[in-house]
């Protein structure tokens, strides 16, 4: 080989350790800036209505449509077993009546009833649904009676299906100043009939009450 052609190939050397260094050098600023797997940020859920409505103070509270929907929408102080789970969301109407006390109010609150495994389970997830509405409501000392009405669609022997009141409970203040709702709805286990004999008036549709269970539920 001779002397003219050996500086050509440090001359070559050297071009292929320049891109060498350029490529690494490439890839450290990738890794750096480009490189690896982006983070998703996310945002925080935003609340449900539930959740926004349930902030009211309702002991305070004017009595309104929906403050009376707000305070059923938060933690209830009793919470029995048995009850209709989506109480709050299928409430359908709330009448603000009242009463002869001066300055108090009646409450009047229809809601379609979840489906049931059977009529005994109905009633005690209606009787239930009145210990969580009124472990709650009667907080407000302007409540001086309260009404839970509990629809269901029933079909006539004619065979017409309509949504109808089937069970109501009627409740007063001087019934709620006795009462323990927690120790209530832990009797509502094993006696879930408690809740009726106690209330000042129910009514139970003839077509529920003749197949309600008497040995799991008893009503007098």
């Not at 071009?15 to 690494?24: F, K, N, P, Y």
């Not at 539930?50 to 009595?63: L, V």
């Not at 106690?198 to 077509?207: E, K, P, S, T």
Request: aromatic residues 6%; glycine residues 8%.
């Amino acid at each position: 080989m001779s002397e003219e052609q050996k500086p050509k190939k440090k001359e070559m050397g050297c071009g292929c350790l320049t891109i060498i260094a350029v490529v690494i050098l490439l890839g450290i600023v990738g890794s750096l800036f480009g490189g690896g797997d982006k983070e998703t940020k996310t945002s925080p859920p935003e609340p449900t209505s539930s959740q926004k409505q349930a902030s009211i103070d309702w002991p305070t509270a004017e009595i309104t449509e929906q403050n009376i929907r707000s305070a059923l929408s938060g933690e209830a102080p009793a919470n029995p077993i048995s009850k209709d789970l989506k109480f709050p969301e299928n409430i359908t109407q709330i009448s603000i009546e009242n009463h002869a006390k001066e300055g108090q109010k009646s409450i009047l609150i229809y809601y379609k009833a979840d489906t049931a495994w059977d009529e005994t389970d109905f009633v005690k997830r209606v009787g239930g649904t009145a210990i969580v509405a009124a472990s709650i409501l009667f907080q407000n000392p302007k409540i001086e009676q309260l009404g839970i009405f509990a629809q269901a669609d029933m079909t006539d022997q004619y065979g017409k299906t309509s949504t109808e009141v089937v069970t109501k409970i009627v409740l007063t203040r001087d019934l709620a100043q006795k009462v323990d709702w927690k120790g209530l709805a832990e009797r509502h286990v094993t006696d879930p009939g408690n809740i009726y004999r106690i209330a000042d008036n129910y009514n139970i549709h003839l077509g529920i009450l003749n197949k309600v269970k008497t040995d799991e539920v008893r009503l007098r």
